[in-house]
């Protein structure tokens, strides 16, 4: 529960920072007339979006199993996550539109300057945001979580590449360069959306977490007891921050069953502790 909670006070903080950001970068925009800094906000947009959907996966998520599903709630952060990817590869193509339009029809850009400094001090707090998301998520094994995370150092990393190139226009006076640099994060932003969806995918089709059985297989070698003839048919699969671990155990044929009993329990204390 304490875990649970720590998620969504995390996700309430950048759906918080979504909104302020947000409203910083249309600010930039209204001022400087930039199509690059246009692109970073449309992409604001789905930042808000997707917290406001990881925050109710993660609500949603939290509550207790019951009959109608005996796993629980988990698996509702992969759809979280699926849905959010699919924002944010949506972000980038319209971005990217955007980027060919304007360099079909140039615009004047003005106020540079102003522009640069709002953009690039919403970019760090994104970036220090979106590393405080990933950390918790993968320590509390929440993909709707270190999803937002990746999403805010997606964007702070777009950011920081359209504070580049903003500088290169205001250096070399082109106002198409902008366009440019919209572009190429447009398609990084787009990559960054196939990514997520496609983890969340395997998570819906409960695909093996190769990485997590190995260690899992490590671990039982190192305290494997003398009557444990053999472990077979282990599965893994995972409902948000809840892990369900399945398989056989193989002991001695005279033992009666409270001694296999044993065994058994001996096995999953190891396990889950």
């Keep these: 529960m304490q875990i649970t909670r720590q998620n969504i006070r995390v996700q309430v903080w950048v759906l918080t920072a979504g909104i302020l950001l947000f409203l910083i970068k249309v600010i930039a925009w209204y001022l400087t007339n930039s199509v690059a800094i246009l692109t970073d906000a449309l992409e604001g947009t789905v930042n808000v979006l997707s917290a406001l959907l990881g925050l109710y996966s993660l609500h949603l998520a939290a509550r207790p199993r019951d009959a109608n599903h005996p796993y629980g709630h988990g698996k509702v952060e992969f759809i979280s996550a699926a849905i959010e990817g699919t924002l944010i590869a949506g972000a980038g193509i319209l971005i990217i ?8 029809q ?23 945001l ?18 937002s995370g990746r999403h805010l150092l997606s964007d702070a990393w777009s950011t920081a590449g359209l504070v580049v190139g903003l500088l290169l226009v205001l ?21 960054t959306g196939y990514r997520i969806l496609r983890r969340s995918i395997a998570g819906i089709m409960d695909e093996a977490d190769t990485k997590l059985l190995q260690e ?9 007891r003398v009557h444990w003839v053999d ?30 009993h044993a065994e058994v329990d001996a096995l999953e204390k190891a396990v889950r502790n």
């Excluded at 590393?131 to 509390?140: E, H, L, Q, S, Y």
Aim: proline share 3%; with cysteine; charged share 15%.
């Design 97 to 104: 539109w955007q980027s060919v339009d304007r360099l079909l």
């Design 106 to 128: 140039p615009q004047d850009i003005q106020r540079l300057d102003t522009g640069i400094l709002l953009v690039g001090a919403a970019g760090a707090l994104n970036a220090f």
């Design 130 to 147: 979106g590393w405080i998301a990933v950390r918790t998520g993968k320590r509390n094994r929440s993909l709707a979580l270190e999803s």
């Design 171 to 191: 250096l070399t006076g082109f106002p198409w360069v902008d366009a440019l640099v919209a572009m190429v994060f447009g398609m990084i932003i787009g990559a």
């Design 216 to 224: 899992l297989i490590a671990f039982l070698q190192e305290i494997r």
């Design 231 to 260: 472990i077979h048919n282990l599965r893994i699969i995972q409902y948000g921050a809840v892990l369900h671990i399945d398989c056989h155990l193989t002991v001695p044929w005279y033992f009666d069953v409270m001694q296999a």
